[in-house]
Nanobody, 125 residues
Framework: QVQLVESGGGLVQAGGSLRLSCAASGGTFSGYDMGWFRQAPGKEREFVARISSSGGFTTYADSVKGRFTISRDNGQNMMYLQMNSLKPEDTAIYYC??????????????????WGQGTQVTVSS
């Protein structure tokens, strides 16, 4: 059974940076695309970024493009999200997720079968 554990969230001022980590254990990590999603209070969970199984292909939501960078280390079963130039609207619980399918993972939460517990990111103005 795959377990995903996020860390690195916290409180930061607007314009600041945070680096989220996702540690995976159990199951197969390297063969699947991975993604980051976030959910703000009263809103639906939304796509943030995804990375291919090899790490060579990445996709970002328009709202974070140019500010966030997703990466992974298959040797360590880790995934990361470097977040720069943070804005108050980035405030949310951030979740890492593992795709349910081989091949390119979708941008929708339904395409991911394994989720972490989430880590809170709060950006103050």
């Amino acid at each position: 059974q795959v377990q995903l554990v996020e860390s690195g969230g916290g409180l930061v001022q607007a314009g600041g940076s945070l680096r989220l980590s996702c540690a995976a254990s159990g199951g197969t990590f390297s063969g699947y695309d991975m993604g980051w999603f976030r959910q703000a209070p009263g809103k639906e969970r939304e796509f943030v970024a995804r990375i291919s199984s090899s790490g060579g292909f990445t996709t970002y939501a328009d709202s974070v493009k140019g500010r966030f960078t997703i990466s992974r280390d298959n040797g360590q079963n880790m995934m990361y999200l470097q977040m720069n130039s943070l804005k108050p609207e980035d405030t949310a619980i951030y979740y890492c997720a593992k795709s349910s399918y081989l091949g390119i993972a979708p941008r929708t939460p339904s395409g991911y079968g394994h989720w972490g517990q989430g880590t809170q990111v709060t950006v103050s103005s």
